[in-house]
């Protein structure tokens, strides 16, 4: 895949009237779309991130006598419904940006309607960023698009390291959902796990459906079992992935269980879920001042941890304000700023967050975002150490 080069645009000085917004008169609060599975499990600390984020903004700073609030907008995880969602948000001339979507093949159709050029829609592009899309396809989905994640071309690998050199195992079944999500990490772990040295004895597709029954996955795994694997790797969400690790141990399977970010949700499953690895960029124990000064604040809020939906989603809606404060409420003039976050010569620093720098690349990528190893253990997922 060619990546979709965008230019950095030529900085120049904006004409008062972008710098003030749309209406440099206007008391109406400053809306900031969240778009994302705002009903579901592995949307829920996004949701609760952005409301905590707003309301320290909104105690703290002023934006030009106007505050800030939230246009939720939930997706269910669909990408057939990402795509009205996108474009309510887009014809909302009130919303600045948007931070969303979660899942990647959300994310991907509701690209297409944030980046369409006036002309298609009455309404001007929007920037959206994505807290938590990692397929590789979101790097071309255009240049409107952002994400503060690492992509999967950087999960895979950590994944595969892990497997291979941390627990010394050789033979891997890998099981992933078939959507843009599960495809991304089994290609890349299988691509790791083999340059490392490894053997990928089963690489097999499901569907969430396919899990609801008790069965549906166990020739997939009885395959894989007398082909001698030595490690599960399921490349898939929490609700759907657990189930397959029940199937797995009710099989007999008793090696190590390894997942990608979408497994995160895992840790609430129970005893079943003791000893599972999951490859996050955010774990609650991270050890950066920031990170523990928003977990706490979290935990106090809503008296649970948040995971890396939640933190990341923190970082891109504290950014967009600073894109506010520095350039108005314009939304080309958010979308450029967003585009120099980072980027050597632009005069742009990197975002310093709560998950880490954030320094976009000219496909609104973070290459440099860390990617950690963490562990379930007694309900939480804590870093391996």
Not at 7 to 19: F, H, Q, S, Y
Not at 111 to 136: C, M, W
Not at 219 to 245: E, F, H, N, T
Request: proline letters at 5%; hydrophobic letters at 45%; charged letters at 25%.
């Amino acid at each position: 895949m060619t990546p979709l080069l965008r230019p950095i645009p030529r900085w120049i000085a904006l004409p008062l009237v972008l710098l003030a917004g749309c209406d440099a008169a206007s008391s109406e609060p400053i809306a900031i779309g969240v778009a994302g599975p705002l009903s579901l499990a592995n949307g829920r600390s996004m949701k609760l991130a952005a409301e905590m984020a707003v309301a320290e903004l909104n105690a703290g700073a002023d934006f030009d006598g106007r505050k800030l609030k939230l246009e939720l907008r939930d997706d269910e995880g669909s990408k057939e419904k990402a795509i009205p969602v996108a474009g309510f948000l887009r014809d909302s001339t009130a919303v600045v940006a948007v931070i969303g979507h979660v899942n990647s093949a959300a994310t991907l159709a509701a690209a297409k309607i944030y980046n369409e050029e006036e002309g298609a829609h009455d309404s001007s592009p929007v920037a959206q960023i994505s807290p938590a899309s990692s397929s590789p396809l979101v790097t071309a989905a255009g240049d409107w698009t952002f994400r503060v994640c690492p992509s999967d071309l950087r999960h895979g690998p950590v994944v595969a390291q892990h497997a291979y050199a941390r627990l010394g195992k050789r033979r891997a079944a890998v099981l992933y959902t078939n959507d843009e999500y599960g495809r991304g990490v089994a290609a890349t772990f299988a691509d790791a796990f083999r340059t490392a040295g490894g053997s990928v004895v089963a690489q097999d597709p499901y569907l969430p459906a396919t899990v609801e029954d008790a069965t549906g996955v166990d020739p997939y795994l009885q395959r894989a079992l007398r082909s001698g694997m030595d490690a599960l790797v399921i490349a898939g969400q929490a609700d759907a992935g657990i189930k397959v690790v029940r199937e797995a141990r009710r099989l007999g399977f008793t090696g190590p269980v390894v997942g990608a970010d979408g497994m995160t949700g895992v840790k609430d499953a129970g005893a079943d879920a003791e000893g599972i690895y999951v490859s996050s960029a955010f774990l609650p124990d991270r050890s950066s001042e920031a990170a523990q000064a928003f977990v706490r604040a979290y935990r106090q809020r809503y008296n649970e941890d948040p995971d890396h939906r939640g933190a990341m989603t923190y970082d891109a809606v504290k950014l967009v304000a600073q894109a506010i404060r520095e350039v108005g409420t314009d939304r080309r003039a958010i979308r450029d700023y967003l585009a120099r976050v980072g980027v050597e010569g632009s005069g742009v620093a990197p975002y310093e967050g709560v998950s880490g720098r954030i320094a976009f690349d000219r496909n609104g990528d973070v290459p440099g975002k860390e990617v950690a190893m963490g562990v379930v253990r007694g309900g939480k997922l804590v870093t391996v150490r």
